[in-house]
């Protein structure tokens, strides 16, 4: 049988795609028919069901040591763009955020401050913990616990334990980029390895703390290296259970040393689309994908929902990283507006917290 044949049986019949079935599926381009088999396949997992959450997004700081080509959201201190917020400064915008009507989740990520020391960041989610004590805490990648770990000198499972202790619910599932370390050598040489990255979030599911997964795709990886990507974390998945949702980023070349490096341009917007597709079919053990509009623009975003997203992500209120490398999406979104996007496609809104729980207002 052809590896066509093969993976058209398989997504009939819900077996789990090999490697060269996901990459064939992919060069095959049947964008329409990926749209409809991804849809099938979240449609059987959530049914009518859109999610999305009110929330809160957080960056600590963009001063940063790793100086990543990928990234245009990092810059040294003294820059005229260099911000670092102290503790009263997240407390107002904690309070600021008590006012949110039934907000349910602050997300914390941030860069890799060259002074500021573990204790900061705990500091940080205390005071979430504190001034609302009742959402779910979303902080820090594994880049950021793998820096933690070389700031403390504790083991990434000792990291994590005191960032449970002080009140962090699940770990933010950025820095994955692509889990291949010929390619992290290119976009991001200072940031953790592949390995790291994925012992990070062993640890977390073993330590009971649920995670998301991520990745970036569009700058200088191969076709085989993004569908290897998937694997990994099918992989992980499979022996953990510990992921709870799935986000695809495109690359934004606008303001980055990659790309100018590379004369790269952002992937079309079809690319999106296809890669969750394809996404929703590899990760067979994955539940929910997100359509982070931010990144994808609220048009795209809503159109995903017939490719196998099942989740808008958040109101967010302020995002800095994305749109530091050129992202023309609004900061923030309304309640309504999201609501609005998700019954136009004839799905169902439904507000969840971090867990995909849902939430009665």
């Not at 913990?129 to 820096?147: D, H, R, S, W, Y």
């Not at 703390?209 to 970036?216: E, F, R, V």
């Not at 967010?316 to 023309?328: L, S």
């Not at 999201?338 to 169902?348: A, D, M, N, V």
């Amino acid at each position: 049988m052809k590896i066509l044949d093969s993976a058209h049986e398989k997504i009939s019949s819900g077996q789990r795609l090999n490697a060269d079935e996901i990459l064939t599926l992919y060069e095959e381009n049947d964008i329409l028919y990926l749209a409809e088999s991804a849809r099938r396949v979240k449609e059987r997992k959530t049914g009518k069901k859109i999610f999305y959450t009110i929330n809160r997004h957080v960056n600590l700081t963009n001063v940063c040591s790793a100086n990543c080509p990928l990234c245009a959201f990092q810059c040294q201190s003294g820059d005229n763009r260099a911000f670092t917020l102290e503790l009263d400064d997240v407390e107002k915008i904690l309070h600021d955020a008590a006012h949110v009507k039934n907000i349910s989740e602050i997300h914390i990520v941030s860069s890799l401050h060259p002074t500021k020391d573990f204790s900061y960041y705990v500091d940080a989610v205390k005071l979430v913990k504190k001034i609302l004590p009742n959402v779910g805490i979303n902080a820090f990648t594994p880049v950021e616990i793998v820096n933690f770990s070389k700031l403390s000198g504790k083991n990434f499972s000792d990291v994590l334990r005191e960032l449970i202790q002080a009140g962090v619910t699940s770990l933010a599932g950025g820095g994955a980029e692509i889990l291949s370390d010929r390619v992290r050598e290119i976009i991001c040489p200072k940031k953790c390895s592949a390995a790291e990255w994925l012992e990070v979030m062993r640890m977390a599911h073993k330590l009971g703390l649920k995670t998301n997964a991520s990745m970036m795709f569009g700058h200088v990886e191969t076709i085989s290296e993004r569908v290897d990507h998937l694997i990994k974390l099918r992989e992980l998945q499979d022996e953990t259970g510990g992921f709870v949702a799935m986000m695809l980023f495109p690359f934004h070349p606008e303001n980055t040393e990659l790309g100018k490096r590379f004369n790269l341009r952002r992937v079309d917007s079809w690319e999106d689309l296809k890669m969750l597709a394809l996404s929703r079919l590899a990760l067979d053990n994955f539940d929910h994908f997100k359509a982070f509009w931010v990144m994808l623009t609220l048009p795209i975003a809503q159109l995903a929902l017939s490719f196998g997203a099942d989740d808008l992500d958040g109101t967010i209120g302020e995002e800095k990283i994305i749109h530091a490398a050129g992202a023309k999406s609004s900061a923030g979104i309304s309640v309504d507006a999201l609501r609005k996007i998700i019954s136009e496609t004839g799905y169902t809104p439904v507000e969840r917290d971090s867990f995909y729980r849902e939430v009665t207002t």
